[in-house]
């Protein structure tokens, strides 16, 4: 398995709401991340788990929350988004101290009304 | 100044031509070098890796880097309908888990 899975593929939620975004994979990586996308721009570093351990956190506002269950599993928290949260959320896995790239998902496209 | 800078394009060939892609970096720390290709609406896939300078092959795609410039290239020989897509280079200076990524550049191969 060469894969990373995030769950869903679409979302939309409101303000209020609270949901959850999963990544799953199963390739023995010890370092998984979270990874924001708007349209046209980069990937930008949200969270680091390393050893299901939180090793970075970029500054993220506390409405997103990560969590690391096990070696296999990363989620994303989200409660009370703003609409420009709007974005496609990210998932990737590597080597603990790999230079040599990720595995990313193919992502979750979150709209929040 | 950015870290790394990429040209986002749109960049539009036709089909068969070879397409250079190409990044610049600030920082000469940077040691490990990679180029990702990402479909619309999809994750980026990682394409080529290489360490330090020099080139590095794999069927149509070459990658180049070139430290004492300060510069990374990507080429795609005979290039195919279904290399229309955002090409992403990345970069880190050490065996780590943050990478600086470019804007991305947009490629269109036309048939």
């Known amino acids: 398995d060469t894969e990373v899975t995030q769950t869903p593929k679409h979302l939309v939620m409101g303000m209020t709401n609270k949901k959850s975004l999963k990544c799953e994979q199963h390739m023995g990586h010890r370092a998984m991340y979270w990874y924001k996308q708007k349209a046209k721009k980069p990937p930008e570093l949200m969270f680091v788990y390393s050893y299901e351990k939180l090793s970075i956190n970029e500054s993220v506002p506390s409405r997103f929350s990560p969590e690391c269950p096990n070696s296999s599993l990363l989620n994303l928290h989200l409660h009370a988004l703003q609409p420009e949260d709007s974005a496609l959320y990210l998932c990737?896995?590597?080597?603990?101290?790999?230079?040599?790239?990720?595995?990313f998902g193919s992502g979750t496209r979150l709209t929040v009304v | 100044q950015k870290e790394v800078e990429q040209d986002p394009g749109p960049l539009s060939v036709p089909e068969g031509a070879i397409v250079s892609l190409n990044c610049t970096y600030s920082n000469s720390a940077f040691q490990y070098f990679m180029w990702y290709r990402q479909y619309s609406r999809k994750g980026p896939e990682l394409l080529m890796y290489t360490y330090s300078s020099g080139n590095k092959e794999d069927g149509r795609f070459t990658a180049q880097v070139d430290k004492s410039s300060k510069y990374i290239s990507l080429f795609i020989r005979d290039s195919q309908p279904s290399d229309s897509a955002t090409y992403l280079c990345?970069?880190?200076?050490?065996?780590?888990?943050?990478?600086?990524f470019g804007t991305g550049t947009s490629l269109t191969v036309i048939p």
């Open positions: 990345a970069m880190s200076p050490y065996l780590g888990n943050q990478f600086y």
């Open positions: 990737a896995s590597s080597q603990e101290n790999s230079g040599f790239g990720y595995t």
